[in-house]
């Protein structure tokens, strides 16, 4: 019991992240289709001064994944990190280059430099996402078993393509939503409808990529596929589709606000729906949450320090995100530092 009530809050805090991270990601996607220097101007501004206050807060929810899985599901955490290190390598090193990238960009005065450190950040929100949802599509598809060694095979499929384009799609959906409700928010009228129509497009891409995605998986990843139309795994299926529809009902309108909180739950519950679709088992049909639990001591104690962070880590974050939608954290400017 200690073991599925741990694999649940792993499942929580991967969703967390997919939702906190993603907002993050797509800006930096939107800032890569921005365009030329004058052209992107307004939109590369309103995305340094959304993000400048909380864009690295959500990568604490990687790190307490990480911990998860190494602490209290070890075989587990062999499994993936021995036969997809590459990708994993991959997203370690866009996530180092994206924000390097980030906070190098806005202070350095030469035009040639904030170039590069503009593609470094935008390029790497692109990279980032995709490699991570290809580590999801493999565990998904079941050719990560333990013993697996790595191979191109493990993650360069179609099941890992269609997992990476779906984390890209979801991260320019939040991204989208998050920068519309911004504009309003920051008073910059002419962008609403620049991330408004960015919203749709992304919305109406996700929802294109998830159909391929079901018919590619029922011969690459039968035991998800399964799930994932049968069951409570097809209610939150629905209810993903559901809540992204209201999002594109929502942008549209004044309550941008709410806007936020649906794109969020589309999210989550499609994470949600993936983890009850391949349940029992943490990598489908070789290894179930069980067989590779660590020891019961471990666990028990595992479990109490992983709620409380939950617990902590939480309220805190949610919290920061509700003062920076108020504008209480908006980053002083040089006027400011000046008075």
Known sequence: MTADVLSWVLLLAIAAYACGGGVDYGAGFWDLLAGGTRRGERPRRLIDHAMAPVWEVNNVWLVFVLVLMWTGFPDFFQTV??????PLALAAVGMVLRGAGFALRKPTRRLAARRVYGAAFAVSSLLTPFFLGAVIGSVASGRVTPGTTASADAWANPTSVVAGLLAVGASAVLGAVFL??????FGADELVGYFRLRAW?????VLVVGVVGLVVTADDASYVHHGLTHGWGLLLVLLSAAAGAVTAVLVAGPALGWARWSAVAAVALAVGAWGVAQRPYLVPTSL??????GASATLQWMLIV???????IGPAVTVLYRLDTRGVLEPLTDEDVAK
């Open 81 to 86: 990190f021995t036969a997809l290190w590459l």
């Open 180 to 185: 519309t409700a911004d504009a309003r928010r």
């Open 201 to 205: 497009a992304a919305v109406a891409a």
């Open 288 to 293: 179930t949450v069980r067989d590779a639990a």
């Open 306 to 312: 992983a709620l409380v962070a939950l617990v902590l």
